[in-house]
């Protein structure tokens, strides 16, 4: 009798682990997200003078317009290309990246606009029509965190082709965020992170 009941406690030991160890990894979910993420989906390059910055629409409140523009003005490129998606049939969000430029004492002479992309090969392709058409042959690619190794891949192999220099500039993104702002840090988690591994996957079978 005594061992029958050892042996009823062995699967009822099984369950309570299993419970244990499902809760701990429900709890630690976006941790253990961004520690993947960190480290598989990251890339990042050294910084270098370049012909121009490439900046690609995305990310989260204007990360990667912001830190182009800080890139612009320290002097590590003279010229600039946009690519990004419609908002509607008439407006671009590269047209409110202007705007936003613009006002930050940077002529609009010095940027190239691709008004109508579609897809991260969009934005390659035609920043390689751009830097052939002017001579380029280094560039600066600043995109978010999460896309850098997508966008690395993709841009290598268009730009990398024709024998052009590139370097992937992740935007820095704090650690911590504000208490204020709790969602924010769930949404890029949950969201961005879960998203650009998808992508990531259509990626490498597509191209």
Known sequence: MMKKRKRCCIPALIVLVTLAAGVLVYLNFIPILEYFAETCLVVSDPLRESDVIIVITGGFEGERLEQAIELFQNGYAKKMIFSGTLLT???????????????????????????????????AVYAANVMQQHG????LLVTSPYHSRRAK??????????????????????????????????????????????KTIFYWIAY
Do not use: M
């Not at 993709?154 to 820095?172: E, I, Q």
């Open 136 to 139: 380029y042959k280094h560039a």
């Open 153 to 198: 891949r993709v841009f290598k192999k268009v730009l990398g082709s024709k024998g052009y220099d590139l370097a992937v500039v992740p935007v820095r993104r704090p650690k911590k965020l504000p208490e204020e702002e709790p969602g924010r840090r769930t949404d890029i988690v949950i969201k961005e992170i879960i998203l650009e591994i998808q």
């Open 89 to 123: 049939k008439d407006i671009s969000i590269v047209d409110l990246w202007l705007t936003t430029v613009e006002k930050s004492g940077i002529s609009s002479e010095d940027i190239f606009l691709h008004r109508d992309a579609e897809s991260t090969h969009e934005n």
